[in-house]
């Protein structure tokens, strides 16, 4: 994690061996302040409080670090499930963004696309070893894509005409 609560404040960890509480479950903090991984924080017991939590790399670390730290690891409460999860980034407008280093099932995908209600995903595609985008995408004149707005340049950005947030007016 980037932050924990240092007297109530959300924090980074610059030091190795700061302590700090975790904003979702208040449980103890530890700095971790290394070469390798970006400086961060981790539960002293070694819990993962968070079911999506995933190792934090330089990738997604300097994505998370083009946003204001109010918009960074932003904490959601489930009480019917009494859960919690962390958004990589919220704003103020109700859009989360969410950004994917790793492989995750779809199962854990649509999930996480259910609990929050307005979500971009951001994927690391450098790990895509092999792969061309241009030879696998469908040809957007297809009648399937309709209900699609389609935007391309040095990125492919697909976005359902019905479900593109509009802030309150």
Same mark, same amino acid.
């Given at each position: 994690?980037?932050?924990?609560?240092?007297?109530?404040?959300?924090?980074?960890?610059?030091?190795?061996?700061?302590k700090?509480?975790?904003?979702?479950?208040? !449980?103890?903090?530890?700095?971790?302040c290394?070469?390798?991984?970006?400086?961060?924080?981790?539960?002293?017991? =070694? *819990?993962?409080?968070?079911?999506?939590?995933?190792?934090?790399?330089? %990738?997604?670390r300097? %994505? *998370?670090?083009?946003?204001?730290?109010?918009?960074?690891?932003?904490?959601f409460?489930?009480?019917?499930?009494?859960?919690?999860?962390?958004?990589?980034?919220?704003?103020?407008? =109700?859009?989360?963004?969410?950004?994917?280093?790793?492989?995750?099932?779809?199962?854990?995908?649509?999930?996480?696309?259910?609990f929050?209600?307005?979500?971009v %995903?951001?994927?690391?595609?450098?790990?895509?070893? =092999?792969?061309?985008? !241009?030879?696998?995408?469908?040809?957007?004149?297809?009648?399937?894509?309709?209900?699609?707005e389609i935007?391309?340049?040095?990125?492919?950005?697909?976005?359902? *005409?019905?479900?593109?947030?509009?802030?309150?007016?």
């Amino acid at each position: 994690m980037q932050y924990a609560l240092i007297d109530g404040i959300k924090r980074e960890a610059t030091h190795t061996g700061q302590k700090a509480l975790c904003e979702g479950c208040k !449980g103890n903090m530890i700095s971790k302040c290394g070469d390798i991984m970006p400086h961060h924080w981790a539960h002293k017991s =070694g *819990k993962n409080c968070d079911s999506w939590r995933e190792p934090e790399t330089h %990738w997604h670390r300097q %994505w *998370k670090n083009h946003f204001p730290p109010s918009f960074r690891e932003v904490i959601f409460h489930d009480p019917e499930l009494q859960k919690y999860h962390r958004a990589d980034i919220h704003n103020e407008l =109700g859009l989360t963004i969410e950004f994917q280093n790793s492989a995750i099932n779809l199962e854990e995908m649509l999930s996480r696309e259910k609990f929050y209600m307005y979500l971009v %995903w951001v994927i690391n595609g450098a790990k895509l070893k =092999g792969f061309t985008l !241009g030879d696998f995408m469908p040809d957007p004149e297809q009648l399937v894509f309709d209900p699609f707005e389609i935007i391309s340049g040095e990125q492919v950005t697909y976005t359902r *005409k019905n479900e593109r947030y509009l802030p309150p007016s």
